[in-house]
């Protein structure tokens, strides 16, 4: 059965400073991997997705995510962390052809300024 | 487009009632699905459609029921509300399997007391 775990409930970090959100999953066979962001009361915002490829993946508002299969993580970060990124980050997976997403448990990202 | 819109926003049930949750979409997407939102358990999957006329169940489906008549609508029937489906509950549509992100809705805040 495929899952994916995050670990940390909540990160915070500094404004300015790099961030890493972490992910790790289980999939049987070659992951589609995900993060979403959600901020209060809205519904969940696609951030980036690993499907082949570049283990380096870009996504929206700057931030980036590293597959390492060896590790089997996918970790979220950005170089430069904005007041404005203080959200809940949801990592997903998917192995099947139905696309049912599973999710993680979510990390709540706190940037102060 | 609207992309995915949920009604009611908010809506209070007490024990044994029955409602619907209504979800619609105008990207012509065939998968929908229907995920709950409860804090620090992440998103689980209710129900799924990979088109019109076809559901399959997901990780906790008791307590519920769903349709698919047409492509844009997926309404989430709840027959005897029961306090444990208190709940934040989002629909989102993806036009694929796979790599195909998910659409979100904004959610539906229920409450069963």
């Known amino acids: 059965a495929q899952s994916v775990a995050q670990p940390e409930d909540q990160v915070n970090v500094a404004e300015g400073n790099p961030l890493t959100v972490k992910c790790t999953y289980s999939v049987s066979g070659n992951p589609y991997l995900f993060w979403y962001v959600q901020y209060p009361n809205r519904g969940l915002q696609f951030l980036l997705k690993y499907i082949t490829g570049d283990n380096l993946v870009k996504g929206s508002y700057g931030f980036e995510a590293e597959f390492n299969k060896s590790q089997t993580s996918f970790h979220l970060k950005k170089p430069s962390a904005l007041v404005s990124d203080s959200a809940l980050y949801f990592c997903a997976v998917t192995g099947g052809a139905t696309n049912k997403l599973i999710f993680g448990t979510g990390t709540l990202l706190a940037v102060q300024p | 487009n609207a992309g995915v819109t949920q009604t009611p926003k908010f809506r209070i049930l007490k024990i044994g009632q029955s409602m619907t949750l209504q979800c619609t979409q105008d990207?012509?997407?065939?998968?929908m699905y229907w995920y709950r939102q409860d804090p620090g358990m992440g998103l689980k999957l209710i129900y799924y459609?990979?088109?019109?006329?076809?559901?399959d169940k997901g990780e906790v489906p008791n307590g519920y029921n769903v349709s698919r008549s047409t492509t844009e609508d997926f309404p989430l029937r709840l027959e005897l509300a029961a306090p444990s489906q208190t709940s934040v509950y989002f629909c989102?549509?993806?036009?694929?399997?796979?790599?195909?992100?998910?659409?979100f809705g904004n959610g539906t805040r229920l409450t069963v007391t």
């Open positions: 989102a549509s993806s036009p694929g399997t796979g790599n195909s992100p998910l659409h």
């Open positions: 990207m012509n997407h065939n998968y």
């Open positions: 459609s990979v088109g019109a006329g076809i559901t």
